[in-house]
């Protein structure tokens, strides 16, 4: 009798003459609002006093990692000068970070003096600061009495991975920042932070008469670095507020994401903390619901009690055009106006008319040398990411004397607390057995809300119990070569769809489960904490049934991304016994945007935290580790040597490579390790 056998027949019993339940079409995605729900049930806001204001500030912060260090000296440069209709126009770059250098056009009015500012972020249009629509507000501001500084954002513009304007900065380019703890907003909002201090440097410039506006990603950062920096003494977000509760469901661009957000506010606060300076929310009739008038509102109206507390409630403005999303010149005309009242004390806050405008071309805006390899002061956002996450990695390398228990102990607490995993006393329902038509079927439920099933390729008699993950889920893994290896050489071989693998329309770019893993990140929930509870709590739920075999425990094989899965799952589980990541990436960090992979492995904070693959591949104590080849970044296989380099003080792995005449040792690996 096979070692399930005692108990399906009744679990089957009772599911076959329960009531029926209609499955929804979005399991996930309603999982996913249901926990964000919860999260904000109970939401206050920050109140008028400033100690709950500076703990939301301090949330932010960590969130964002908005503590980064900056470049002590800005090093500012002005290129060339370009004539404008009624302004002119400085090519200028100044240093943000150390060692990095940010591009700008400085727009200055015609005749000399000293003038209120507005910084210009650009958002997702397509030519970035050079972008006629950008062009157009700043000559705008400037014809009204302004100094307007339009930038380029990190990895867009003249900041690409490439040399070509254009680029789009979100996906795994965005990402890659998560895991080095400087998510891709908080080093816009740092940079933008800089960009204000330049501003001040200025002699034209009245430093105590800041503003900043933008539209769409751009409208996020005027809303992020108002309630961030408090110099800014009046914002106009554009197309771009609404509720992070609206963003599960869409897709949106790394930049807009702060990881963790729903678990301490949401729109409310960040448009409170600007209070009591001057903001008005611009909205579009006819924008997505994340950024609509309907959910703005929802933010507005509670924000607006902290303006009334602090007496400032005609500071807070918000106005809807009939339009799509955009920056429309009735649009800009208001902003102008808004700016005028509150920066120069000028006019009642009715629109400016804007005149007639030729935009430049977009080339002829560029501040970095177009036909430069490597700028001075250019980097990408990888490569960004990558120099944070070396540095990182040299107070953090694996023990020169080997792994120790103590050492162990700390990063596996560490993980638990990166990936938000529950503790060993983590509860969760107890596992159904079903017998389907075609194959044995093990339903299960690492958490409340949550079902999973996984299929079961049975063995004749005791023997060793495998789950084998795939990235694209059970059906992918059961294609796989390994899957034949493992059952021909006598395993018990389970596959599985963990959270979020069955979902269809998920990928933007190279990144297959980018709405996933953006939803998860909102929540504070990395997919890859989600999987690795998933695993830990399926080899639980195998074991419980008693059909683990001989050798008493689960073994888990990973191929590709799920490889790291495995690994964090096996340090998370004394179930496990063994592990094996076959062709799994060796590095979170690359030169460029990494590919082949999924981006729910980019937890953030997770290699400053705890370290890079290598040193998750220490991490399990229980059993036998395999790696049986690895890639790079781009998804390249490394050599044998290489990989024992890469490895080289993560202690007793076995290392193998990842060819087809290996396979058989892979398996006899995974399936005789102690």
């Not at 229980?622 to 049986?628: S, T, Y």
Request: with cysteine.
């Amino acid at each position: 009798m096979r070692p399930w056998t005692r108990v399906i027949w009744l679990v089957a019993f009772l599911l076959a003459t329960a009531p029926a339940q209609a499955q929804s079409p979005d399991p996930y995605l309603d999982w996913v609002r249901s926990q964000a729900a919860q999260m904000r049930k109970a939401d206050p806001l920050p109140k008028a006093d400033p100690l709950p204001q500076d703990a939301l500030r301090q949330k932010l912060a960590h969130a964002l990692g908005l503590d980064t260090p900056l470049a002590k000296d800005l090093q500012p440069k002005v290129l060339t000068t370009v004539q404008g209709d009624g302004f002119q126009v400085e090519k200028v770059t100044f240093q943000t970070f150390p060692g990095v250098r940010m591009p700008g056009l400085l727009y200055l009015p015609e005749k000399p003096g000293k003038y209120p500012a507005v910084l210009n972020v650009h958002g997702h249009w397509p030519g970035a600061k050079q972008d006629p629509v950008v062009q157009a507000r700043c000559a705008a501001l400037a014809r009204a009495g302004f100094v307007a500084l339009a930038v380029d954002a990190l990895g867009a513009g003249e900041r690409g991975v490439e040399r070509a304007l254009g680029e789009y900065h979100g996906g795994m380019t965005g990402a890659s920042l998560l895991p080095v703890g400087l998510p891709l907003c908080g080093a816009q909002i740092l940079e933008n932070s800089q960009a204000l201090t330049y501003l001040q440097s200025r002699p034209e410039v009245d430093g105590d008469k800041l503003g900043v506006t933008g539209a769409s990603g751009g409208g996020n950062q005027a809303m992020y670095i108002a309630a961030w920096d408090k110099r800014l003494k009046a914002a106009v977000p554009v197309c771009s507020v609404g509720n992070y509760q609206a963003y599960l469901g869409a897709a949106c661009c790394m930049c807009e994401v702060v990881p963790g957000a729903l678990s301490f506010t949401e729109e409310d606060g960040l448009l409170a903390l600007t209070a009591p300076r001057a903001l008005m929310v611009i909205s579009a009739s006819r924008d997505a619901r994340q950024f609509s008038p309907e959910e703005a509102r929802k933010s507005i109206g509670a924000a607006r009690k902290v303006y009334t507390q602090l007496g400032s409630d005609k500071a807070l403005v918000h106005q809807v055009f009939e339009s799509g999303h955009d920056y429309s010149k009735p649009m800009r005309e208001a902003m102008v106006g808004f700016m005028r009242l509150h920066l120069a004390g000028q006019g009642d806050g009715s629109p400016v008319p804007e005149a007639d405008f030729k935009p430049f071309p977009r080339e002829e805006l560029r501040c970095f040398p177009a036909d430069a390899a490597s700028p001075e002061g250019w980097i990408s956002v990888p490569r960004f990411a990558q120099k944070i996450g070396l540095q990182a990695l040299t107070s953090n390398p694996l023990p020169a004397d080997g792994v120790d228990d103590s050492w162990r102990k700390r990063k596996i607490q560490a993980l638990q607390k990166v990936l938000a995993l529950p503790g060993d006393d983590h509860e969760h329902d107890s596992p159904e057995l079903v017998l389907s038509q075609s194959a044995d079927t093990l339903t299960w439920h690492p958490e409340k809300g949550v079902t999973l099933t996984a299929a079961i390729h049975p063995a004749s008699g005791a023997a060793p119990a495998v789950i084998l993950l795939h990235p694209e889920g059970a059906a992918a893994a059961r294609k796989h070569p390994l899957f034949k290896a493992l059952a021909d050489a006598g395993a018990w071989v389970i596959t599985a769809d963990l959270r979020g693998q069955a979902r269809q329309g998920d990928a933007i770019g190279s990144a297959p489960d980018h709405n996933t893993a953006e939803w998860s990140l909102w929540l504070g929930r990395p997919l890859l904490g989600q999987w690795t509870l998933d695993v830990r709590s399926l080899a639980e739920a195998i074991v419980s049934s008693g059909a683990t075999g001989r050798n008493g425990g689960v073994r888990v094989v990973g191929v590709g991304s799920m490889g790291v899965a495995a690994l964090t799952a096996a340090a998370q589980c004394e179930r496990i016994r063994g592990v094996a990541a076959f062709r799994a990436p060796v590095s979170l960090l690359s030169e460029k945007p990494i590919s082949g992979q999924r981006l729910g492995l980019l937890a953030p904070r997770l290699l400053v935290e705890v370290g890079d693959i290598p040193h998750l591949a220490a991490l399990p104590e229980k059993g036998r580790v395999v790696l049986a080849g690895g890639v790079d970044g781009q998804d390249r296989d490394l050599a044998l040597d290489d990989l024992k380099k890469t490895f080289q003080g993560a202690g007793p792995r076995e290392l193998l490579p990842a060819t087809p005449e290996a396979q058989k040792a892979i398996v006899q690996a995974i399936l005789h390790g102690s």
